[in-house]
């Protein structure tokens, strides 16, 4: 993203603000972080030239680029960061390495490394796939034996066209897997050393009354202004298609791409529910989700989440008491 765009960017946020109050930048990539700290540095001092915003910065990596450099940046300017860690060395090592092939499993430990000694906030991102839903133990236990306290799992879908591969998440796996991942995050908070697993703490907070964090999770969208590198703004990550741009941030304002009709084109398609959902006693707890994840979970004849809630809302209700 070019400085101009980025300064257009920052410019007609601050205005749908009408000048104050806050706003979330999220980067994501591809890798964020080979856009080098100089566009970063940057983007933070654009910030502080309106004084009445105040900024919250997060930030999506695979930490193998994270030096000391990077990790006192992230700290002076409070960004939350979510690193992609899929697990144990073995799992990691069939989803992510480098040009050549080789793992980088231990690159990323040593960014970790830096976050730590800076102290950033930060949170693990683990795709559970198919593979790694067979060992949710051992999963668990890793995080555990690397004091990864904060935990967002994130289940591996197929591709866009198409409803099922030989990585993504099938519904009953996912229900085997979370009620196991459940069953362990229990007995820790039971022994007083509780880590936080975003599924659960979502859950959680809706038994007691409070709005899901995770989007999706009531199966209402909401318009989240996705912006590409050349400006073009789209309203969900998953759904960064020709058919939804509602603009470019250089010709637009955050208003206009609420009023396009590729934004009421979006919204209007979020019903998520199916035949299942009709009986279903938890329906206000879902809504059918997100339309785009529930391919991972729900099918005409059987929902794995309905599963998982089955089983641990009874356990968690009595947790939370």
Known sequence: MKKDTVDQLIHKAVEALSGNGEINFSFQGGEPTVAGLDYFIHFVEEVKKYPNVIPHYSLQTNATLIDEHWAKFFHDHQFLLGVSLDGFESNMNLFRYDQNGKSIFYKVLKGIDYLREYKVDFNILTVVTRQLAKHPKALYQFYRNH????????????????????DSLTPELYASFFKEM??????DVLNNKPISINLFDNIAGMLQGYPPYQCGMLGICNIHYVVEGNGDVYPCDFYCLDKY?????????????????????????????????????????????????????????????????????PRMQKLLR
């Open 245 to 313: 741009c509602m603009g470019n941030i250089h010709s637009c304002s955050f208003k206009t791409f609420n009023e396009t009709a590729q934004a009421k084109q979006f919204l209007s398609e979020m019903n998520c529910k199916n035949s299942l959902c009709e009986k279903c006693r938890f329906v206000n707890l879902c809504n059918g989700g997100c339309r785009r994840q529930n391919i991972c979970y729900l099918k005409e004849d059987y929902c794995g989440y309905q599963d998982l809630l089955q089983t641990i809302i």
């Open 182 to 187: 459940y069953s362990l995050f229990e007995k």
């Open 147 to 166: 004091h990864f306290d904060y935990i967002q799992l994130i289940p591996c879908l197929p591709f866009m066209d198409s409803e099922k591969d030989e």
